[in-house]
């Protein structure tokens, strides 16, 4: 090409490129504009595809839920399953001026950056469904399909009822995150059964075609086969077909996912007798639009991730199922009595957290029935049995420890009044003997802690030692932060704990433990990991009593994110602490009310954290309201 050419075409390129980005600019204003006068908010949706059912009957949830909001309007993209063209799509919406995005992503690792991007400028997003990596979004809203895979496993263990057998499992892209959970959730239940074969059929596609064409393939591979496992009710309906055309659609019984109510879809399956369960994968369509109001008006109690409840839906089931779907839940604001079980007054976290739950009730107007049973399981269990008697709507108990409930929430169970686990966690061997979890993911807070460590401090010998300040033994928190910082610390060779003592998450405690170790041993610790604030500080006192300088001869990293970790943290004596919210009171108050008017309450609800250190406590303390 001649110099003169070449100059020709980029002359050209150039302009081309200039009225490219006019256009783009004068549509993205026009397009706006075109609202500005209609609506307060506009809402991108960016789909991942909208060719599967479950991806359209998230984006006719939302647009049926958007209806009852006048001042917004939603702008939807289908990305019809490609990345490059996901992250065009949401570059678009941008460029329309959109208040806030919801995104379904394509795949979880490659749209991180885009949404972090987004999310970093200042645009609300709600994540949904397929997650993103790290926490840089709004909201997470899904299901959990550990739980679902699990769900899957135990109604096909039931089909078996102790028989011996073999359930073939039809999987499609294994590399998509929500497949890999669902299958090791499935695997985790099935295994548990030595009389129970698990044959893996592989397929291109999770489509009704390649499963009819699977199935069809291994026609004389099915005489073994009693049982095969879909992981969607699209593959469910390939199966059916594909069994019912080699005449085994009596021999063989189907399991399904995702529980769709349309004309011969998994639900509609069930009834028919041509699947023996389905387990519902809610698409969170109604929530994300609530929670985007919610987001935009700027009101509290905004969790992080809000995981949804999945249903196993059998012939026995499917028509209460359908009936509970299409009841119209109306908020009556009738007063609601809650029984509410604290742990105890020990730490300035659980004083915030007391506050906040008695000034919500008075707010969401509930008639609040509180004891603190300072710390004794014994006294809670005595008055989670007091609520019963009592008759109460709801019985919300932050536990003490993990285990010890199985009887008393059988006798609340019983009693047909619904439990809610506020702030920790318990553990039992029966199922859905308590409704939801509201509170912190404390795994990650202790991973954070000790991520923090390993990027921040600078070892100056083989082996830095870590002296760890732990809860009471058998709290939830405890437990989980613990386990979370130790999964990180194992990818820190130069780091070691050499001691650890449990002070019960108290001032005093942590002081003692301190002041027994200097006792007995030579100063040799380099890092302190306290599982709450209130044990740092008094692990400071009792160091600054000893003539060793905390923040500087000895670093020190804690949890709750207390205004007094600030100003420890402004006073340079404390280096870090990693957030976890007590402000629990909104979230709680907020689900019981949903629940009693007849909602569907999420499995869990986890609270927005951050992680705070020197470099920033003087800019936020100011804001700390706990
Ligand atoms: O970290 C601590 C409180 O259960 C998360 O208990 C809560 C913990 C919190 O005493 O300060």
């Known amino acids: 090409m001649s110099k003169k050419l070449k100059q020709i075409v980029l002359i050209g390129t150039i302009l081309l490129l200039f ?32 060719r599967e059912a479950w991806r359209l009957a998230l984006i006719q949830e939302i647009q049926e839920e958007a209806k009852k909001y006048p001042n917004i309007r939603i702008i939807a993209k289908d990305a019809t399953s490609i990345v490059d063209k996901q992250e065009q799509d949401v570059d678009k919406l941008l460029q329309f001026g959109i208040d806030l995005l919801i995104i379904s992503p394509c795949d979880t690792g490659k749209m991180t950056e885009k949404v972090k991007e987004v999310y970093q400028n200042g645009i609300p997003v709600i994540v949904m469904d397929r997650g993103v990596e790290g926490f840089e979004y709004s909201l997470f809203i899904g299901p959990d399909n550990d739980m679902i895979g699990r769900q899957a496993g135990e109604a096909v263990v039931a089909l078996f009822d102790g028989r011996p057998g073999t359930v073939l499992k039809l999987c499609g892209n294994v590399s998509a995150t929500q497949n890999q959970e669902r299958i090791r959730g499935f695997d985790s239940v099935v295994q548990g059964y030595s009389q129970i074969t698990l044959e893996t059929r592989y397929m291109e596609k999770e489509l009704k075609d390649t499963a009819y064409d699977a199935l069809s393939a291994m026609q004389e591979k099915l005489q073994d086969v009693d049982v095969v496992f879909a992981n969607s009710d699209y593959v469910a309906q390939g199966a059916y077909e594909a069994l019912r055309d080699m005449g085994l659609e009596q021999a063989i019984q189907i399991v399904g996912t995702d529980g769709f109510t349309g004309e011969d879809e998994g639900v509609d399956m069930v009834m028919q007798g041509k699947m023996a369960a389905t387990i519902s994968c809610p698409t969170g369509g109604r929530e994300a639009i609530q929670y985007a109001i919610n987001i935009l008006e700027q009101q509290s109690g905004v969790p992080k991730q809000v995981i949804l409840r999945s249903r196993t839906i059998t012939r026995e089931n499917a028509d209460r199922y359908l009936a509970a779907l299409k009841k119209e839940t109306a908020d009556t604001g009738n007063l609601i009595t809650m ?7 020990e730490s300035k976290w659980r004083f915030a957290n007391t506050r906040s739950i008695q000034e919500a009730a008075r707010e969401f107007n509930i008639r609040l029935l509180f004891d ?69 993911d404390f795994l990650e807070e202790g991973r954070r802690a000790m991520r923090w460590i390993r990027d921040n401090i ?86 600054e009593q000893s003539g060793i300088s905390p923040g500087t001869d000895v670093k020190i990293i804690s949890v709750d994110a207390t205004r007094d970790a600030f100003q420890a943290m402004v006073d340079g004596k404390l280096n870090c602490t990693v957030e976890c919210n007590p402000l629990l009171g909104a979230p709680l108050m907020k689900a019981v009310r949903d629940m009693v008017s007849g909602k569907e309450m999420p499995v869990r609800i986890i609270t927005e954290e951050k992680v705070y250190d020197q470099s920033v406590a003087e800019d936020f303390i100011s804001q700390r309201v706990y």
């Open 19 to 50: 009225v490219f980005i006019c256009v783009s600019f004068y549509l993205g204003r026009q397009g706006r504009a075109e609202y500005k006068d209609e609506v307060e908010y506009v809402i991108g949706v960016s789909q991942a595809n909208m």
């Open 372 to 440: 603190d049973a300072n710390q004794s399981q014994e006294k809670q269990i005595a008055a989670i049995r007091r609520f019963i008697q009592e008759k109460v709507d709801v019985i919300v108990v932050s536990p003490v420890v993990e285990t010890g409930w199985d009887e008393v929430l059988k006798e609340a169970k019983a009693a047909g009044i619904p439990v809610v686990m506020s702030d920790r966690k318990v553990v039992t061997a029966e199922k859905d003997l308590t409704m939801t979890y509201i509170g912190a």
């Open 339 to 345: 029984g509410y079980s604290q742990v105890g007054q």
């Open 458 to 543: 600078t070892p100056h010998k083989q082996k830095m030692n870590i002296l760890e300040l732990k809860g009471n033994k058998g709290a939830s928190p405890t437990e989980e932060r613990g386990r979370g910082f130790a999964e990180i610390l194992k990818e820190c060779p130069n780091f070691q704990v050499i001691y650890s003592g449990y002070g019960n998450f108290t001032y005093e405690e942590g002081k003692e433990i301190i002041e027994r170790y200097l006792q007995n041993h030579a100063w040799d610790v380099d890092v302190i990991y306290a599982h709450n604030d209130d044990m740092a500080l008094g692990a400071i006192e009792a160091l």
